[in-house]
């Protein structure tokens, strides 16, 4: 599995840089680079956070980052339904508007 791939993806769909997906779930930016390099894995609560923070089911999410090996003996036929939810999904919810959150930083320049 290449989580760092669809972090990547799903991010970049979603329009956001990699420091605004780090202040959304509290995922240090460095960590999310690290991620999408493939120099790091993520944890099951980190893949918790990003997934719940871009709105994609896990399932799915699992789907985008599989690798052909991680596929054999599923039928094209379920991957292609597969793929063709996640795209959905993700192409509905990046025309969504995103709330802004305030950070602990932000706050405090506010004071």
Do not use: C, W
Not at 4 to 31: F, N, P, W, Y
Not at 44 to 49: M, P, Q, R, W
Not at 78 to 94: H, K, M, W
């Amino acid at each position: 599995m290449d989580y760092g791939k669809a972090i990547k993806i799903v991010r970049t769909i979603a329009g956001l840089q990699q420091k605004e997906l780090a202040e959304l779930t509290g995922v240090d930016a460095s960590l999310i680079s690290l991620f999408e390099k493939g120099k790091r894995r993520p944890g099951l609560s980190t893949l918790e956070k990003i997934t719940k923070t871009l709105d994609v089911p896990q399932h799915l999410f699992t789907l985008l980052a599989a690798e052909p090996e991680d596929l054999k003996g599923t039928s094209a036929e379920d991957v292609q339904r597969a793929s063709e939810s996640l795209a959905r999904i993700l192409l509905t919810n990046a025309q969504k508007p995103r709330k802004s959150r305030t950070t602990r930083r932000s706050r405090k320049k506010a004071a």
